[in-house]
């Protein structure tokens, strides 16, 4: 069981918007990392956000259980590891959150991660999912990249990375 969370760092777009968030530097002094994401779109249609480690988009795959709203359904995929985000023609400023769990990062095994996450929308269409993803890498985590992929996020998307030690 986790004893301590640490924040290592938060990221917060600014006045304007954002293509990327990007941790650099990560140290390997913890067991396990966590991140918690708070984001959204400037995009009017369907749109997601994508992690990458040590800024490689290849030898990922994830395989995603969600729901609409009106549908649930499954998909796999081979070349990006996403989840959606709250786009522009969704509810006034509201924010999709997302929890992701990356244990044993600095490990020299491949990397999984585990995610949660949920848009927010006042209306029939909004998601909710739960995600696993591996990153097929023997190379320890030192950097993570959120990257929108439709649009950029918008001002006060936020991306807060804790390390947690166990005792």
Do not use: H
């Not at 968030?21 to 959204?40: G, H, N, Q, W």
């Amino acid at each position: 069981m986790p004893d301590t969370f640490i924040k290592i760092a938060s990221v917060t777009v600014g006045s304007g918007t954002a293509a990327t968030m990007e941790f650099t530097s990560i140290p390997s002094t913890y067991t396990d990392l966590v991140l918690k994401v708070s984001a959204r779109s400037g995009s009017t249609t369907g749109t997601n956000v994508a992690i990458t480690f040590n800024g490689s988009s290849s030898n990922v795959s994830m395989r995603l259980l969600y729901g609409t709203g009106s549908t649930a359904a499954s998909l796999a995929d081979s070349t990006k590891i996403a989840w959606e985000q709250s786009i522009a023609s969704y509810t006034s400023n509201t924010f999709s959150s997302a929890d992701v769990y990356i244990p044993n990062y600095a490990g020299s095994n491949y990397k999984s991660l585990s995610f949660d996450d949920t848009s927010e929308n006042n209306a029939t269409l909004a998601f909710a999912e739960l995600g696993a993803g591996l990153w097929s890498s023997t190379a320890a985590i030192n950097q993570i990249t959120l990257t929108s992929s439709s649009a950029n996020f918008v001002q006060y998307t936020t991306a807060t990375l804790y390390g947690i030690k166990n005792s």
